[in-house]
DNA sequence: CTCAAATTAGGAATTATTCCTAATTTATAT
DNA sequence: ATATAAATTAGGAATAATTCCTAATTTGAG
């Protein structure tokens, strides 16, 4: 296996494996400069942007603001409060298979759904108004 | 009723209602200065923002490259070929609303599934491979 | 060890978008 | 109609996000 091999590649995907804040390449930045103070930004695009072709981490693009990224412990989406902009997970389900079943036959794209986002408004900024 | 009152505005919407190509800016821009050729971009992004705030028309977020837009002619999602970006669209229906309840459940995100977008493979590109 | 290939840091360049300002247009109240 | 206030405009500067470039360094294979 040839993937991984260079130390800042190595600290970048731990860096993202061990946070659950959904990070921006800012946040993946700032992160990995504590542990290597010398890892430059451009490294932290190109090692993210291998990662997420790799399907090791997913990409989330968001309505608004920079791109975040999520390691995939396990396979899920994304549902992004518009409000807060805090991003949920959860999991393919029957209801997931079903939604593209019907987007085939409407459109003809066959999706495995492996990037949707959905927005919405989350519990917290509910209660709030 | 006050929306709409500039040239400018108008020309904009007309043009993002008689397309179908789910636009970018650029492209609106191009399309909007064949009417008016005095029309600068920021007041392109500007009422296209507008827009899409007064749920006139819908922004799409593309996994690659700028924002597109569309009009609303009707309620709908759209599918997004990885491949070749071309925009398909499809109707609510039984199985976005059982999606919705389904993220509710797991996440807590209320959504009226207002920005879904879904990628996939288009029947185009499939047949090419 | 040696050498080719891959990767790096750092900054320049590019792309997409927002912001600023003075001038113009539009709406409102006489 | 006319004065005045509010909104909008063009055009470019500024910002944000990302990609690209290059010489130096690191890595892996033989």
Redesign the pocket.
Known sequence: M?NN?????EIILEVIKNTRIHP???EIYEMVTKVDC??????V???V?ILAENDTIKKITMQE???RFDYIHFPHHHAVCEICGKVFDFEYNFETKKMSKSIKKQTGVISNMDCITINGICENCKSKK
């Open positions: 040839s091999y260079s130390k800042q590649r921006t390449i800012e010398k890892i430059s930004k451009s490294t695009y190109r090692n942007k603001g920079p791109d």
